[in-house]
């Protein structure tokens, strides 16, 4: 199993503009989707959110809030906040500084948002400065492995779980590869800190 905790290498970065965590002496839980919105899935993390009457933060891939408005809707009625997470999932590793900055603006053309998460956390030194003027970069401080084909429902929750602490951003993924996984994991993992008293809240009530 690969590392849930984030590469140490972000905390290279300026804290005033990339966040792995936020500081808390509160019960407070950040937690987070990433990739939707689409049919199979977003609709279904979206009704066990309702259930336990709990807010998120949904990081969308541009083209997918295009492709699929209705759902996208749903996020905003349901009081959900929302993040830019470029508009056709793009590997920063991969892509150059021109290409990738012109993709994360396309996205803001489709709904705005000064929170960016860059897709598989991967963006270089060139493209985090030259966004950061914009956006300011989430990461996370709990990866659940939800969308890894190794990883069982039983070690999703587990993941989540066991490393969520005060302040912990958390990524779930509303994704067709991961609903298997979030269907079964995102209700023990709610259930469990609402039992210990802890609340969930949006990034964007904290002033980061």
């Known amino acids: 199993m690969k590392a849930v905790r984030p590469p140490f290498f972000f905390r290279w970065f300026n804290p005033r503009y990339l966040v792995c965590e936020l500081p808390h002496r509160e019960k407070i839980i950040y937690l987070t989707f990433d990739d939707g919105p689409v049919p199979d899935a977003t609709p279904e993390v979206l009704d066990i959110l309702s259930e336990f009457r709990v807010q998120a933060t949904f990081f969308l891939v541009g083209d997918n809030v295009r492709k699929h408005p209705d ?7 349901e009081g959900h906040g ?48 030259l966004l950061r003027k914009d956006f300011k970069f989430i990461l996370w401080s709990v990866l659940t ?8 429902p039983a070690q999703c929750l587990k993941n989540a779980i066991d490393h969520t ?32 008293d802890y609340r969930f809240e949006l990034l964007s009530n904290y002033k980061i």
């Not at 067709?176 to 259930?191: Q, T, W």
């Open 145 to 152: 492995y939800d969308f890894h084909r190794h990883t069982t």
């Open 82 to 129: 929302i993040g830019n997470h470029t508009f056709h999932h793009l590997n920063g590793w991969q892509t150059p500084p021109g290409a990738y900055i012109e993709d994360v603006y396309r996205c803001r053309e489709y709904f705005d948002t000064k929170l960016f998460r860059p897709p598989y956390g991967r963006f270089t030194p060139s493209q985090y400065f």
């Open 71 to 77: 759902i996208f809707n749903r996020v905003m009625l």
């Open 165 to 196: 602490q005060n302040g912990s951003i958390v990524v779930f993924h509303d994704s067709l590869k991961s609903i298997d996984n979030v269907r079964f994991a995102l209700p023990g993992f709610l259930e469990h800190f609402l039992k210990l």
